[in-house]
């Protein structure tokens, strides 16, 4: 369960068009791990592609930051899931984040040089407010399994950081 919300928060990051969960869902645990796992494989390949193409040092950076962060807490997540013995649940939300992913992967793969680097880092802007805010009023509240909740909670104040990193990244490139 674990590493799914995280991964759905990066992926929330990653892709802000995408809605992460509508307020009146109460997703159950299953969900809420596939949606976070889902968030941070789309913002670890989204990181990947701002590797490949940008030549900005601080976007480059900012990315590897997003790749080592977010698999780390895959890592985490995984373990959860083990331990806990529970089978992450596909959904709408899921759903809708891979195919936002998916078209915001090809809209940036068809930029180059500042073009691109603005158009992530604007992105990775937008997605972190809006995966920061779903973690605060909907995700962990309702987390039913105390560890995941936990691990929600740090994946917020990771984030939050994340969110604050970003910003800096896009007031240098003005």
Known sequence: MLAKPLAVLAALCFFGSATLVRAHDNPTDPQIAHIAYTAGVIDI??????VEKSKTPAVVDFANGMIRDHEAVNVQALDLVKKLNVTPE????????TAAAATKRSELSGLDGEAFDKAYI??????????????ETL???SAQNAELKDLLETGLKLFQGHQAHAEHVAAELK
């Open 45 to 50: 390949e989204a990181a990947k592609l701002a």
């Open 90 to 97: 596909d959904n709408d939300t899921s759903k809708s984040l």
């Open 122 to 135: 604007e992105n990775e802007v937008a997605y972190h407010k809006q995966v920061n805010g779903a973690l």
């Open 139 to 141: 995700l962990i509240p």
